[in-house]
């Protein structure tokens, strides 16, 4: 099992819609959650991290259930320009905490 | 700020040739990464430094070398490229924090070096 599992998609959605992403984690003793958002053939960027309560940024809210080990991503409004590959990333549970990246979940926005 | 930057950025090696990535940042971070990103694999981490003069092994580091001699620079060496290195390399660099949980922190990425072992 990987230790970072995404629904590798496509998605493919009209503007305006609303999407959500899952991502699950196989160790428990991750500590630390984000999304990174990267562009076809782009450095990956860090979109938001994922906080126990859940947090919001504009058309963004990310949330995280550590008792299922599952944390989400749900987008609104969605846009042209939110076409991207959406990294679902964890942290912690070693001794360096090195970040443990998914495999990405592709997002098209079409007109 | 530049930020981090990579040179080059494509790159082709024949079986057994060696090269040297190189990355530079002037955000004054304490600590850089090497990562690999592969097809349906996501981005795996090659080797990483917390400090100048200091590197360790990562996810998958056999076949690599580093060197951290300066703040500012990583460099990734391969001493006889293999057609599995075919790949897409990004370096990273994050701030340090007190909790010393380097890993938490936002990291920056440069643009990437596409390197194909033929």
């Known amino acids: 099992r990987k230790e970072v599992e995404q629904d590798p998609g496509p998605f493919n959605v009209p503007e305006g819609a609303t999407v959500a992403f899952n991502c699950t984690y196989s160790n428990s003793a991750s500590q630390s959650f984000f999304w990174y958002r990267q562009d076809c053939r782009k450095e990956p960027k860090l979109l938001m991290s994922v906080y126990s309560s859940g947090n919001e940024d504009g058309r963004f809210t990310a949330q995280l259930n550590r008792a299922s080990q599952y944390i989400s991503l749900l987008i609104r409004d969605s846009k042209l320009s939110d076409s991207a590959t959406y990294l679902c990333?964890?942290?912690?549970?070693?001794?360096?905490?090195?970040?443990?990246f998914g495999q990405g979940t592709i997002l098209t926005v079409h007109p | 700020n530049a930020g981090v930057t990579q040179t080059p950025k494509f790159r082709v090696l024949k079986t057994g040739q060696s090269m040297t990535l190189l990355c530079a940042q002037d955000m004054n971070h304490e600590y850089m990464y090497w990562y690999r990103q592969d097809p349906g694999m996501g981005l795996r981490l090659i080797h990483y430094s917390v400090g100048e003069g200091t590197t360790a092994k990562g996810e998958v580091p056999d076949g690599y070398n580093v060197s951290r001699l300066k703040k500012q620079n990583f460099l990734l060496g391969l001493e006889s490229a293999a057609p599995s290195q075919t790949s897409v390399y990004f370096c990273?660099?994050?701030?340090?924090?007190?909790?010393?949980?380097?890993?938490?922190?936002?990291?920056?990425f440069g643009p990437g070096t596409r390197l194909t072992v033929l």
């Open positions: 990273a660099s994050s701030y340090s924090s007190d909790s010393g949980r380097f890993a938490y922190n936002e990291q920056f």
């Open positions: 990333v964890v942290a912690g549970g070693t001794s360096y905490g090195k970040l443990t």
